[in-house]
Each structure stands twice: as structure tokens, then as C-alpha cells.
């Protein structure tokens, strides 16, 4: 199982999760996702600031015309290098979004305000979904607020394997890059981002279905020891439960002697290890995690190991599974599952 994300094929129509701003403009809701903000932002910078839409249906509701949105767009590009709102919106307001980065003064002969930030810019996100850049550039303003909405609206509007292979996968993707070429100074994002990104995993609900499944044993998913990295196990954890099938996430850098106590105590229908890179990817481990064994003499069960990571990359693993996608590794779990749960693996 990798990383890998899918690019979005180019057409003359519009991008899934795009917003298209027609006659009747948008609505905040839309702006926001657009943006990457919460629709809580924008009221306050509308109230705050004057940065509001110039006209309202029914004279209540809020309508964002092509120009309210390029306004906003200046407002969002100068807040996330730096500048400070009122500043930004002013800038804004005046139709200063066609200047790149000049320093702009806040009154005459007062010193310029430089449009540039130390912590902050454009992340190289390349050809992906327009959630993407919504999320990113809340991301970079280290607005929590509209990084949870984003992700929350990207899981409920495409299922979870979506959102995560196509917005969230993308979007960390881009912040790695340009915190390897920035001198480390975008690790608050990443962090930010990781944690934002967790939480919403974390809060996907198993379906309503009633009773347990408890026919066969749960899907272990386990780091392998010295492994830190845990989303994408977070991300497979998530999609188990939301197909309603029975886990134990044990995290990261899992010891060896515990992992092995832990599958002979629960007796699981499958263990994933995951390993992120070459040298923490461990076949010997991956060998005797699959030989292990539980039950009473005469049926004895093992458990199927799925390998995850690129630290298995070309690593000759005969008898376990190493799907390329989320998506075909909660295929091959459920049916390792159901698997199980008809009958005994000798």
C-alpha cells in the first residue's frame, strides 16, 4: 500500500469540489471552501473589515460577486504571508491584488508594510482538486478552525479514500516539499496539518449495523519498531471501521515482543505492518509476525500479513498481500475478513 495519489484529468469543465461563480454569485459556504477558510472568517472580516459581498439576496443573505471574490483572494493571499488583516483588507479593497508581493504603505510616510513572510507562501500543489488548495491555504495561515471544516466537507462530500488519496495525501505531499526546500521553516504547517488530519480520521463512525462483527478475529494495524509514521495506518483504520469491520490500531514503533503478545491474544484475521522507509522494514519480523500462531493443538490458526509503506518496495515478501492503494487494501481486508469468518485457516 503507497501514498501514490491520483491526478485529476484535465477537461474543459469544472473540477470536482470546484465552485464556478455564476450570475448570482456565490454563497459563503461555497466562497469558503473555495478559499480554504470557515464561513466564520469571512463574517468576521466582513463585520470587522468592510471585505463583505456588495449585494444580498433578499437583502439577508449573503451573494459573492466576481469582484467580492477576487477581493477576497487578495484578503487571503496577504494574510498568509503576514500581513495583518486590517492591512491586508485595505490592500484589498483598493484592488491591490494584481501586485505580486510590493511593499505597500499604510499611510503616507509611514513605513511599507512588505508583502512576504518568513513562515508562510504558495505550497507546489500542482494539478489536484481544488479542496486542495482551500486546505493548503488554510494550512499556511494556521487556521485551525478552517482546516477542520475543509476536511470535515472533503470526507463527507467524497468518502473517506477519496478525501484522503485526493485531498489530504496531495496536500501534506506539497508541505513536505516545501519544507525540504525552505529550511525547515514550515514545520508548524505540517504539524498542524498532521494533527487536523488525524482528528478527522479518527472521527469516522462505524456504520449502523446491529451486533458486533465479531465472527473472526480484528484487522491488527501496527508501525514496525522504530516507525513514527502513522497516518496512512490511521487512514486504513478509518476505512475499516467505516465498513464496519472489527481493528486494533496499536500506533507507532510497536516492540516486537508486544506485537507478537497482542496477535496470539486477540487471534486477528490480518496484521498490517507499516513501514515508511527501507530501514525500518524488517522481513524477518514480517515473517514471524506471519507464522505466528494461537488456538488449541490440532487447530491452529495464522494470521495473513499485509505489508504497508515504501519501505517494502522491492522486497520479495511470498504469502503476504502489498496492495498499491488504500482502496485496494480495504478490499483485500474485508475479504480476508469475511475469510475468516467462514471458516478456519490451517
Known amino acids: 500500500m503507497s501514498e501514490s495519489t491520483r491526478a485529476e484529468g484535465r477537461s474543459g469543465g469544472p473540477r470536482p469540489g470546484t465552485a464556478a461563480v455564476d ?21 468576521s472580516w466582513d463585520r470587522r473589515y468592510g471585505v463583505g459581498p456588495q449585494i444580498r439576496a433578499d437583502g439577508r443573505h449573503r451573494r459573492w460577486s466576481p469582484q467580492d471574490v477576487a477581493m477576497l483572494e487578495t484578503m487571503c493571499r496577504l494574510t498568509s504571508a503576514g500581513v495583518p488583516p486590517a492591512e491586508a483588507a485595505r490592500v484589498a479593497k483598493e484592488g491591490g491584488g494584481s501586485s505580486p508581493t510590493p511593499a505597500q504603505p499604510e499611510a503616507a510616510g509611514a513605513p511599507a508594510v512588505r508583502v512576504r513572510s518568513h513562515a508562510a507562501g504558495t505550497l507546489p500543489l500542482g494539478d489536484v482538486r481544488q479542496e486542495c488548495r482551500g486546505l493548503a491555504r488554510a494550512a499556511v495561515r494556521l487556521d485551525a478552525p478552517a482546516v477542520e471544516d475543509q476536511l470535515a466537507s472533503s ?21 513536505g516539499r516545501k519544507w525540504e526546500s525552505s529550511g525547515d521553516r514550515y514545520v508548524e504547517v505540517e504539524h498542524l496539518l498532521s494533527w487536523h488530519i488525524s482528528t478527522a480520521l479518527r472521527r469516522v463512525l462505524p456504520p449502523g449495523r446491529p451486533g458486533d462483527r465479531d465472527a473472526a478475529g480484528p ?91 515504501q519501505g517494502w518496495a522491492g522486497r520479495s515478501a511470498q504469502g503476504m498481500l502489498r496492495p498499491p492503494s488504500l482502496r485496494e487494501a480495504l478490499d483485500a481486508l474485508a475479504a480476508t475478513y469475511e475469510s475468516a469468518a467462514s471458516g478456519p485457516r490451517g
Request: glycine share 10%; aromatic share 4%.
Open 23 to 43: 450570475d448570482t454569485g456565490l454563497t459563503t459556504g461555497a466562497l469558503a471552501r473555495r478559499l480554504g477558510v470557515s464561513p466564520t472568517t469571512l463574517r
Open 155 to 175: 470526507v463527507e462530500r467524497h468518502g473517506l479514500t477519496v478525501a484522503w488519496q485526493e485531498v489530504m495525501v496531495p496536500t501534506l505531499h506539497a508541505v
Open 219 to 309: 484487522v491488527v494495524l501496527a508501525c514496525v519498531p522504530g516507525e513514527q509514521h502513522t497516518l496512512p495506518l490511521e487512514a486504513l483504520n478509518a476505512g475499516l471501521i467505516e465498513l464496519g469491520l472489527p481493528t486494533r490500531m496499536f500506533g507507532a514503533a510497536v516492540p516486537v515482543e508486544a506485537l507478537t503478545a497482542a496477535v496470539r491474544r486477540l487471534g486477528p484475521a490480518a496484521v498490517v505492518l507499516w513501514a515508511q522507509a527501507r530501514s525500518t522494514a524488517s522481513l524477518p519480523l514480517a515473517r514471524h509476525v506471519a507464522a505466528t500462531q494461537w488456538g488449541v493443538k490440532g487447530a491452529r490458526r495464522h494470521p495473513l500479513v499485509m505489508l504497508g509503506g
